[in-house]
């Protein structure tokens, strides 16, 4: 029997970073059982570690836009769902069921993809799915009932989450642990900008062209990302030659597709994996009540257009930007002069250090946001909560995706959707019940439980993971 090496070692300003090798590829058949320990990735011009700057950048920029017509597709029709509800004559419940069902395809979705896409490669994920996703938009535009608008919304999800399945990975794949905290914040902006920029687009287009034209639109933006993916995205799957991760020949070619899409949900058996994703969840679920519920709420107490409160989403904008340029500022830094502290060793607990600065904007921006509705100050304090809510989500979540993708580096992109699938569900969750939770609670004390909540997960949560998490993830089950 062979033995593995169970780490690969790697320094840089006189820290030593350790990852752990995935000893299920091997088995998969996608490592060789036989690695090469003379490997120095430095010397390898053909890793994507050692790519140029500006090839790097290109390809973060064009993986950050496919991720980002997830949630941009969930949400640009939230403006115009009063529109949408009377053509086909129902109820809000039901057009909020499309969004909460959405959630749930961009939620088991990447499970399949993420593993996929560890066999064949990234490129062709991302250039077939978003060509699906744009032919379901046309389709959804010119459905003319219910059911086959219902029925295409939810293909149309099962396609655009590709983007977010595999980001993690991709950014994982190109760019070294010590650069990894910038280049994943500005891929997790990419992911969560679109409830915040898409209902302002939708709003506008509904007003003007009607509301077809939000799903022509997105047909449209999925065909030019199609033709950049064709053009300028490249395999960022590597395997190392000389037997150390070179590709294993299988039996046949079936055999190295065969995978249960499943077992990435065992990694939520891992007690740090699985705290780590409850609080951000959590607070995620609460963000999609919040951006499900505002075109109602800013109608019925500020009486704005379905332009206006496209207007509205501009501050979650500006909260989710700030807080995941903030966030890729502190996390690379911070994590570096831990290590340096602890003597030039690693931990990769110290990449949730930074988190503790975007809890605070989280739960005090719930709580102002809430209760400025309910007495009804003028529109500019609620936005104001709204913002810090935003910045909190956006910094937290940065930082929790960061952690995973630097604990879990070879298996990047299962663990990204490990968390999307989380996030997602809770975000279905509490989009579905959001018109339930407002009638029984009403705004100050439904957000009030928001902020409570969130604070009394994260702060039980998160140091948890901090002191026991190197211990668990080094284990042997």
């Known amino acids: 029997m062979t033995t593995l090496p169970q780490s690969i070692t790697h320094k840089k300003d006189n820290v030593v970073e350790i990852e752990s090798l995935n000893l299920e590829e091997v088995e998969a058949g996608k490592l060789s059982a036989t690695p090469n320990l003379a490997y120095d990735y430095k010397t390898d011009p053909n890793h994507p570690w050692n790519w140029p700057r500006r090839k790097k950048s290109l390809i973060l920029l064009l993986v950050g836009t496919n991720a980002f017509m997830g949630y941009f597709s969930s949400a640009v029709y939230i403006p115009a769902s009063h529109d949408i509800m009377l053509y086909f004559n129902t109820n809000l419940t039901v057009i909020n ?72 990975g991709t950014v994982s794949d190109i760019f070294e642990p010590h650069e990894r905290g910038k280049a994943m914040s500005i891929y997790i902006l990419s992911t969560i900008l679109g409830p915040s920029v898409a209902p302002m687009i939708g709003g506008y287009v509904d007003q003007y062209l009607g509301w077809r034209w939000i799903f022509y639109l997105k047909a449209i933006i999925g065909g030019v990302i199609v033709i950049l993916n064709v053009c300028f995205l490249k395999e960022t799957l590597y395997a190392i030659p000389n037997s150390s991760c070179e590709k294993a020949a299988p039996t046949n070619r079936l055999q190295s597709l065969q995978f249960n899409p499943f077992t990435s949900l065992q990694l939520l058996l891992k007690k740090e994996v699985a705290l780590v994703c409850l609080p951000t969840s959590v607070a995620f679920g609460w963000f999609y009540f919040q951006v499900t519920i505002l075109p109602t709420t800013y109608s019925s107490i500020y009486h704005f257009s379905t332009g206006t409160i496209g207007l509205c989403y501009l501050a979650g904008g500006i909260g989710n930007t700030t807080g995941s340029i903030l966030s890729g500022l502190l996390s690379d830094k911070l994590y570096t002069r831990a290590c340096k502290r ?71 992109a299962s663990i990204v959707s490990v968390n999307n699938f989380t996030r997602n569900v809770c975000g279905m969750i509490f989009s579905l019940t959001a018109v339930q939770i407002r009638d029984s609670l009403g705004d100050g004390w439904a957000y009030t439980v928001m902020g409570l909540m969130s604070l009394v997960i994260y702060m039980i949560s998160i140091p948890i993971v901090e002191r026991f998490g190197a211990r668990w993830r080094n284990s042997i089950a």
């Open 342 to 412: 602890n003597g030039g060793v690693a931990v990769k607990e110290f990449r949730l250090r930074p988190i503790y600065f975007g809890i605070p904007a989280l739960v005090a921006g719930s709580i102002l946001y809430g209760w400025f509705l309910h007495i009804s100050v003028h529109w500019i304090g609620p936005l104001f909560g709204y913002l810090m809510v935003t910045f909190g989500i956006m910094y937290t979540v940065t930082v929790v995706n960061t952690y995973l993708a630097d604990s879990f580096a070879t298996k990047a």
């Open 97 to 168: 069921a499309t969004i909460a069902l959405f959630l749930l395809m961009i939620a088991i979705a990447p499970l399949f993809w993420a593993p996929f896409s560890e066999r064949i490669g990234r490129r062709w994920i991302y250039i077939t799915s978003m060509l699906f996703f744009a032919i379901c938009s046309a389709i959804v535009g010119i459905s003319r009932n219910l059911g086959l608008f219902f029925a295409f919304r939810l293909i149309q999800g099962i396609f655009v989450c590709a983007g977010q399945a595999l980001g993690g």
